[in-house]
């Protein structure tokens, strides 16, 4: 009689929180393209709600560009180091690149819509450049997915996704991104995130809310 080898199943790791991070920025962009635009048509805008308005949009390109600093510093390698000739990033440097410079045009843009005298004009740009970002991301996010989940699954090993997960981690402003996790999660992985969180966390995460709730009425006009 023969024994078969025992047979051993690859534990993949989880990219829900990049997954999470992924739908927050294009979520982001397109609602608050769709508010300034609102601005632009005559909505009214206090000098309150434009600070509101501009505060998000400062700490969103804070979130997108550690997002893709981790990415560019930390997850290449990585991938690189996994798998070899069959990863090719190139591409997706290459959009940093062109998100980074829009980027640059959002904050000057938001800046200049919230101390602006004519509202209306200064959120007419802002949905502007708000659309372009959408639309870039949406297009690089659908792209990344395709080409670095897979890699991720076949050849990342969990201690490399906890050292990456960490360093995500250790950048990022707790204060506006937790919030935004529950935000954008889908209802199976909120339940998931809840029961692996411990009831300190579950209280923590109830003050982070509620002064992320009171920013958002405020936006909301």
Not at 10 to 28: E, Q
Not at 57 to 66: A, G, K
Not at 120 to 140: D, F, K, N, P, V
């Amino acid at each position: 009689m023969t024994s078969n080898p025992a047979v051993t199943t690859r534990v993949t790791p989880d990219v829900t929180g990049m997954k999470i991070a992924h739908r927050g920025m294009i979520a982001d962009t397109r609602r608050f393209a769709q508010i300034t635009a609102r601005i632009a048509a005559g909505s009214p805008c206090p000098p309150r709600r434009a600070a509101a308005i501009t505060e998000y949009l400062n700490l969103l390109c804070d979130s997108i560009h550690h997002h893709h600093t981790i990415e560019d510093d930390v997850l290449w390698p990585v991938l690189i180091a996994s798998a070899g000739p069959a990863v090719d990033v190139r591409e997706l440097e290459d959009d940093h690149i062109h998100v980074d410079e829009l980027l640059a045009t959002l904050r000057t843009r938001a800046a200049a819509f919230a101390v602006a005298s004519d509202k209306q004009a200064a959120a007419a740009a802002l949905a502007e450049t708000l659309e372009t970002a959408h639309t870039l991301l949406s297009e690089h996010i659908a792209d990344e997915e395709k080409v670095v989940f897979p890699i991720i699954d076949e050849h990342v090993t969990l201690e490399d996704w906890a050292r990456i997960e960490k360093a995500a981690k250790q950048g990022g402003n707790l204060k506006f991104e937790v919030p935004r996790v529950l935000q954008h999660a889908t209802e199976p992985e909120l339940v998931r995130m809840k029961q692996d969180a411990g009831l300190a966390i579950r209280l923590m995460l109830k003050v982070l809310v509620r002064g992320f709730n009171k920013r958002e009425a405020i936006i909301a006009g």
